[in-house]
T-cell receptor
Framework: GQSLEQPSEVTAVEGAIVQINCTYQTSGFYGLSWYQQHDGGAPTFLSYNALDGLEETGRFSSFLSRSDSYGYLLLQELQMKDSASYFC????????????FGTGTQLKVEL | EPEVTQTPSHQVTQMGQEVILRCVPISNHLYFYWYRQILGQKVEFLVSFYNNEISEKSEIFDDQFSVERPDGSNFTLKIRSTKLEDSAMYFCASILRMGGAGANVLTFGAGSRLTVL
């Protein structure tokens, strides 16, 4: 099966940089995704890494190291609206193409 | 932008009652999913559906659960006899294709909050 571990909570100040880590154990690997979920809202896709290295999308970047079974989401120039839960996810090699989500990290951005 | 639509947004029911949650996936998407999220916990896979049949289901998706795509647009989740522990947010999601990077981009609906009393 798949398991993904994340820190439960991270706090940072507005304008800062924060890194949210994800370590995973999978029976097959088809890339690591990141989703954002505001309180009461639906998860929304942020980024995806299939290969090692850094992918940048505006203020958000995501990194993957397949040899370490590790990835992180980097959020720069934090804004209050970035306060949300962030989930990493891996795609299951089974026929259903399901995504298995991590435990989630609640990010609190303070003034 | 195309979206996944779910109804109802909130349903309160008595234990033992049947509940049907409805979803309209994005029209050209081919793969459909139900996930659930108990308050404060992670998003858990329930079932995936392709070509009018279940392609995979989790241990949570027992005999009390069923899914249907009755008319080519709606995608429903039925819980036959609800239990207290079924209280959760239920998310429908869809995806265009299975291969490539796009296979990791699930589009979720806003969710249906189910409260079982």
């Amino acid at each position: 099966g798949q398991s993904l571990e994340q820190p439960s909570e991270v706090t940072a100040v507005e304008g800062a940089i924060v890194q949210i880590n994800c370590t995973y154990q999978t029976s097959g690997f088809y890339g690591l995704s990141w989703y954002q979920q505001h309180d009461g809202g639906a998860p929304t896709f942020l980024s995806y890494n299939a290969l090692d290295g850094l992918e940048e999308t505006g203020r958000f970047s995501s990194f993957l190291s397949r040899s370490d079974s590790y990835g992180y989401l980097l959020l720069q120039e934090l804004q209050m609206k970035d306060s949300a839960s962030y989930f990493c996810a891996v795609r299951d090699p089974g026929g259903g193409n399901k995504l298995t989500f991590g435990t989630g990290t609640q990010l609190k951005v303070e003034l | 932008e195309p979206e996944v639509t779910q109804t109802p947004s909130h349903q309160v029911t008595q234990m033992g009652q049947e509940v049907i949650l409805r979803c309209v996936p994005i029209s050209n998407h081919l793969y459909f999913y139900w996930y659930r999220q108990i308050l404060g916990q992670k998003v858990e896979f329930l079932v995936s559906f392709y070509n009018n049949e279940i392609s995979e289901k989790s241990e949570i998706f027992d005999d009390q659960f069923s899914v249907e795509r009755p008319d080519g647009s709606n995608f429903t989740l039925k819980i036959r006899s609800t239990k207290l522990e079924d209280s959760a947010m239920y998310f429908c999601a869809s995806i265009l294709r299975m291969g490539g990077a796009g296979a990791n981009v699930l589009t979720f609906g806003a969710g249906s909050r189910l409260t079982v009393l």
